[in-house]
Structure formats: C-alpha cells, structure tokens
C-alpha cells in the first residue's frame, strides 16, 4: 500500500480565453485549419506564405481576420479597407501578433515585424482594426505605429504575446540585438514605452521564433543560424524566466543542439508548460537554386527539453531526440487540443501537404508520440510558418502529486498507478473570486463531484479510470473562464510470490558471500518484470525502509533476510530468505591459450569463439569420477557471485581488442554449491590482414592495357589475384589486365590469416562509331532537326554536341531548330574512351536577299549543298513570267540579283533546284523568294 496526495496547480487561473479565439489557423499554400469540431479540418483561405502568419476568432471560435503581415483578410477572404501593404513581411517568420484591445469587443491591435525581402524592410509597427466597421468585417482605422525607437535596421523576424499578471492587459514581446522589448496592452491601448530586458546574447540572425509558456513564467528563443566564410554555422537556442508583472526577461540558459540539426526554428511549449520543443534544421544554403531547392540537402530534427527541474544541467540533460529525417524547417504551434503541430516543408520553395502532430506533447520523450504526416491539408501545401496566438490561450489546469517526500509530481495526461487498498486524495489550490468544480468519470456526461477535493479511501478497482476536472471560475478581475485537466487512476494487484526459498553456498570456514538476487527467480516465478529488494527483518520490508546490499551478502550479518517483490506500479509482497553454508576445496594454477585469426565481418581485433570446445580440457584436470561442469566470466566478481555468466551455447566475442584472459568457475553439480575459479582461459586473435582497392575502373576496349593496384597496405602481405573463373593470374599487389571482367585478390599474414576478399570491376567502354547511316535529318522545314540514331554507337556511355567539340554536351540524341548548312555532330563516351565527330548537311531555301554590298545576305543561294553530300546541284531562277533569268552551279557563289550585268527590281522570283545526292537519289523542290533594294 501506499499514500499518495495530489494537488491541483491552477497555474493558469488568470487566463481571460476560452480557447475559441485560436480556432481557425491560416498558413502555407492557402492552407488553414478549423478546429471548432474538437479535430482539426483542412480548410482553404487567400494567404499564401512561406513563412510568416497570423488569424484570430472571437471567443466562440467564428473567425474574425487573418494575415501575412502585409494583407489583412476579413472572415470572407478578401482584404479589409486599408488592410494591404502592412510592413510586415510574408517572408518574416513571425510577421504578426493580433491582440484584442483589453475591455473593448472591437478593437484589435495586430503587431507585425518586417523584413527586407521583396521591397520589404525590418522593423516593429502596429496597426488598429475596427471590427465595427465595413458591416461587421472590419476595417485597418490607424497605424502603422513604430515601435523600433530608431532601430528598424535591427530588429528581427520575432514577436510573441501572453495575458499579464495585472487585469485586463497583455505583454506583446520582441528582440532586437541584444534587448527583449516588452509592451503592455491595456484598455488605454498600447504603451509607447517598453520595458526593455537586455541580455548576454546579441542576435546575430534575425530568424527563428520566439515564445512564451503558457503558464506565462519562461520565455524560449530561436536565434537560427550565423555565417562564416559563407557557410552556415548553429547560432544558439536561449531560455529565459518571464514575469508577467514587470514585463522582464531575466535569467539566460544555452541548450545546445546536436549537428547537423543544430540550427533552431519552430518553439513550442507544451500547455502544462512543463516540455520545451525546438525544431532545428542543418539550414543548408548555396547559390545554386537547384542544390538549394534538393530536398536531400535539407535535415531537421526535433527536440524534446524537460523543464520541470530549475537547473540548467537537468534541463540539458533531459534532451531528447523525437523525430529526425529529411526535411526543411518549420515552425511548431500549440493548438486548442493541447497537441502541437508541426509545419513540414522539403525546401523553401517545395511544401508538404501535411503536419506532423505531438500527440501528447507533455508526456516524456518518445512517449509524447510525434506522428509525421498526421493531419491532411487537401492537397494544399503547408510551408515554414504556422500562425502564433496569446500564449496564455492554452494554459490549463496543473494536477501535482506529492509522493511521501513531498516531492511533486506533474500529473496532467498521466496515469496514477495505485494498489489495491491505497489511499488516494486530491485537493485544489486556493482560486481567487469565486469557483465551481465538477468531476467527471470515464468522460461521463454527469459529474460524479461537485466537491473541490477528492478522497479515496481503500481503492479497488472499480476506481481504475480517467477523471476529468472542469473549474469555472470568475476571477478578482472579474473573468469568468473555464479551466480544465485530467489525468488516470490506474489501479493494481500485488504480485503473486513464492513465499520462502533457501540459498547453498560452499566455504571452507562456514562464512561466505552471497548473492541474494539468485533467489530471484524463484521468489518471482520467473517473472522478469518484477523487482526484488532485500532487508533484515520484515517491517522495512512492508515499509520500504533500510534496504540491504544484495551481493555480496555475508550470512556473518544474519542467516535469514526478507525480500520485497514489488509490480512496476509499486505494489508487494514480502517472502523469507534462508541463507545455508557448506564447505568445500579447488584446484587452481591452469591456462589454455586459444589463437584465431580476426575472421569476422569487421577488421577490429575482434571475433567469435566457441568456448565449450574448451571444457572437456579443463575437466580433465580435476579428478576423474566427479559430476563436473564449467561456465566462464568477464571477472573474478561475476565468478564468485555467478553473475553475467557468459552462455557457451553462443559464440562469445571478445571485448577487449586481439586478447581477453576469462575465469573459468568448474562447479560440482551433485551439490551444486562447491566451485573452483581463476583465470585459466586466453583468447587471442590474429589479425586479419587490411588494405584498399577501388570498386570499378574503366576499361576502354580502343585504348591500351591498364594496370589496377591494392594501395594502404597494413602490413607486408602475399597476394594472389583470380579473374572470373578462378583462375590464379597475378601474386602481386597489382595487376595488369587486358579484358573487362571482375578481378578479386586476396591478402595473406604472416600469421596465415586471409584478408576479406576484394573484387575490382573493369567495366568495358568504347569510343563511339557513327556513320552517316546513323544520322536522321529533317531539313528544308520550319524546325529542322538532327536525330543520332543510337543503337549502333557502340557499348559506352554516349553523349552529344553539335559544333562545338568543347561545348555543352546532352544526353539527348537530338537537336532541333538547326539553321540550314554544314555542321558536325560530336559523340563523346562519358568514361574518356574518345570523341567521334561527323559532319552533316541540313537543307535550307533563303526567303529573300539583299545585294546592297553591304555584306549580308548579298547573294543567293541554296544552304547547305556541297560536293561531299551531292554529286550534282542545279537551280534555275526566273522572273514572275517565267521567263529564265539565272542557272547556278550550287557549288558556286550563287546569284547576286542581276541580269546580263543589270540590276533586276525588287520582286518575287521563283526558283527550281534538282538535288542528286551521293546515291543517286533526286531531289527537286520548287518555291520563290524575295529580291529587296535597301
């Protein structure tokens, strides 16, 4: 049995939400979420951002307005009156903050930061939104208001916001440099003043977030990453302390992140503001966009911090790995079902259309069940940036336990595990004004209490369930608001024990060292998850107190002990230990020595041996005609107490690199409490023999031999190299070959033991070879074209370039929009086995000239005909009658637009050309062009 009280930390009494204004979310791709069903639903609005976002509802959960920092959209998402060209930044990671006006039901103050992207600028403004306005819809009335004192320039992308401590006001917090600017917001709107904390650390990236716990009492910052010499380096990721009354940050804590994931973006606490998470990313940044735009260049990490213990190595120590994977930054946002989400994107420009969520994101570690890809957006993509809202918005009630040493114990979202027979109270922290309280069994619609404290008395297990609080409360402020909490009863049996057992040992002088935890496996049944503690006599057991050491043990100190079985939930029963002592004698002063060579998968002086082939050795050294058996330990402690025995039933592999001398323990097995121990077993291992040999080499079918070669050699070694059949063809740690294949060589020691072997693979190459039978072309058309008929090119690696043997080569056999004449085609074998080249003819007819002598297009003539592609080339030109007024060789210089020495006017002309290419083959086309006098 034990007792346990619980006490209920309303931490978040002075909260004036009830959740609904943080109901709808817009973000990303025209992304949004409504979560006024209790589960999230994929909804669409007008912003589009990368990063920066902002929505608010009014206390019912209807949407009021939404922005990026620069557009203000109304509930039917379209811009407000003067609600375009705010000075935030869709770029900013928190472009904007919405606050409503304490003590006004219209008037909200929306907070934006800017940055200098797309024409934008840095700074910190507000602006006033009348909610009266516009029939209902709202209208921009004032602003923007600068609130940087000057400092715009240094301002970065952060702003945060909770409820203060004195009634009816906020604190809307930002960074610049080194200085936290805090502004309250009262019902006298918001105050030209900050309060200024300035802190150790001076910003030197303005991205990353900022935000506040719930509970209004820490205050966590993303400063991203920095710069040097062009590459990016982790900046740093601060916790500071809050206070809710003065506005001060105070009390700066590091937590360092792990590389590459080491450069923070997202914050988020969760609601009982007890776990810190930070999302981090390796911020991968080059120049060129398509290595930037890879999202296999791109890392992230999430973090878990428990915040529960004030010091800071606790906190640094609690750091937990939750997810890691490819992936770009991105933001984290508490929601109003006290899950956080998780913006997902694969680089800047390419979203995700999913969050990850944190399921139970105040429960340790892993348990906190970070779910990828979890909630669906329709198809619409999230990006980097998820809307921040009022902290204070999603503070709950806080359930701590204290356990028998007062020592408390956050019990929200947790299970309560109780014994049969406990004691179990609750009792609530004294509320300001005036509260009810109704308790509530299994999700039950009718509270079970309307007491504020809860007792259980004896606990069975019909009190095995989940107990849901919900306090309303009107505060001294005079806000009435709702707070809520839950946590389980899970209650158990005690475990079922064998209730006495005796323990044998063997001594020459009656005393000896026991080990108590052999008895454990009788005591428990076999069951593993039980544990057993051991005591002197039988109240400290039932009462947990005065344990004792359970080996060794000497029964000098007392022949019988008790032992506490107890469940994982803390339940027990109580068994007798009796302790026996016999004597006995052994032999000692034997070694075997056992060497092998290192042969497994790893060259690292390790390897398997079978240490039972060793035992029938060893028992020939006692006396013959005994019931003997051996077992073997690490050390002379484990061999005594019989403790971590080594099982011979699987290879062992050494621990300590190329030797390890072991205890051998040879037991009497018709007693089973006389042995005899030393280090009488020796294991070497030889090592295997190393060196390096690479994978593939090319092999070009038109060039020469080439010789491959093993290279870092540990040692001097003989070699022996086989091709593929086996075939033994070199003994040297190179070899010459002459054919493409796989050729494997094998290293030997001194100590004869065999290297791993290795394969080198000489894949074959050759340089291309092309005919004009390859070449397809369409020529004399509005798209000529080139097409490499590549299917007997030959077995290389091709790729291709049109008249520029050093130029930029395609893997495309094609080439369009090729102007009319001679080119040459250039096929290069991408493993350097040489460069084919062929020259084409691509057909073209001029559509006009002009003989002006001023050296273009001064003469007529056919492109792309000479006497390597045809053996006769004829045209004939004549004048709209028909009357013939030029024959050209095309192998000539063509016509210059005159006849019998006289210039011809400026007209049409038609023309006929027969073509008769090397084969024989005619070819005869007719069209007209045009002569113009400039």
Known sequence: MKNFIAILFLFSAFSVFAQGEANFWFFGENSGLNFNSGTPIPISGSLNTREGCSSFSDSNGNLLFYSDGTTVWNRLHTPMPNGTGLKGNASSTQSAMIIP???????????TVG?????????????????????????????????????????????????????????????????????????????????????????????????????????????????????????????????????EVTNQRNLPLIAPADRPYGVEFSSNSEKLYVNASNDFNSDIYSEYNNPNNHFSTLYQFNLSSPLINDIIASREIIDSRSLFRGGLQLGPDQKIYRALSKTYDIGIPFLGVIENPEKDGLSCNYQHNAISLNGRNSAQGLPPFIASIFSQIEITGLDDNLTPTILNDQTIDLCIGDNFNVTPEFLTGTATYNWYFNNASTPFSNAANLTFTNVTAAKDGLYSLVVTQTDICGITKILKGEFSIAVHNPPIINSTFTLKQCSENGISNFNLNEANEFLTLGNVSLTVSYFLNYNDADSNLNPITASPF??????????????????????????????TSFITDYLITVKACDNDGEIDGFRLFNLAENSAEIIDQFLTGQNLSVSYYKNLTDAQLEENEIDQNQ???????????????????????????????????????????????????????????????????????????????????????????????????SEECKSFSKTINAIPSKIASITQNDIIIVDDSENNSVTIDTRNLGIGDYEFSLDDVFGNYQDEPYFENVSPGFHTIYVQDKNNCGIAQIEVSVIGYPKFFTPNNDGYNDIWNVLGVNENFYQ????????????????????????????NGNLLPATDYWFSVELVDLNGNVRVKKGHFSLIRR
Not at 101 to 111: D, L, R
Request: proline share 3%; glycine share 8%.
């Open 101 to 111: 006006k304490p003590g006004s039901t219209s008037i909200y103050y929306i907070f």
């Open 115 to 247: 940055a200098k992207i797309d024409g934008g600028e840095f700074g910190f403004n507000y602006y006033t939104i009348d909610m009266n306005t516009a029939a209902g819809l709202g209208d921009v009335i004032a602003g923007p208001i600068d609130l940087t004192e000057g400092k715009s320039d240094l301002w970065t992308e952060k702003v945060a916001a909770v409820k203060g401590a004195e009634c009816q006001t906020f604190w809307v917090i930002s960074f610049a440099v080194n200085e936290f600017y805090a502004y309250k917001v009262s019902s006298a709107g918001v105050a030209s003043l900050p309060k200024k904390s300035t802190v150790p650390y001076s910003a030197l990236d303005r991205r990353g977030y900022l935000k506040i716990s719930p509970d209004g009492k820490k205050l966590a910052i993303a400063h991203m990453s920095n710069y040097s010499n062009g590459q990016s380096v982790a900046d740093s990721f601060l916790l500071y302390d809050f206070n809710t009354i003065t506005g």
């Open 554 to 583: 000497s029964n000098a100190t007392q022949s019988t002990v008790f032992a506490r079985v107890e469940n994982q939930y803390g339940c027990h029963n109580i068994a007798q230990v009796d302790l026996l002592v016999s004597s």
């Open 651 to 749: 290879p062992f592999r050494n621990e300590s690199a190329f030797e390890q001398t072991l205890f051998v323990r040879v037991e009497n097995d018709d007693n089973g409490e006389c042995f005899g121990l030393g280090t009488h077993l020796k294991l070497v291992v030889e090592s295997r023999p190393e060196f390096d040999l690479d994978e593939t080499v090319i092999y070009c079918l038109n060039l020469s031999p080439i010789t491959v070669s093993t290279y870092n050699a540990k040692g001097n070694y003989t070699y022996e190299w086989k091709n593929e059949n086996g075939t033994i063809i070199g003994i040297n740690p190179f070899l010459e070959i002459s054919a493409p294949g796989n050729y494997s060589v094998i290293a030997t020691s």
């Open 872 to 899: 006769q080339a004829t045209v004939y030109i004549f004048d709209r009658f028909g009357k013939l007024i030029k024959e050209i060789n095309l192998y000539g210089e063509g016509w210059n637009g005159t006849f």
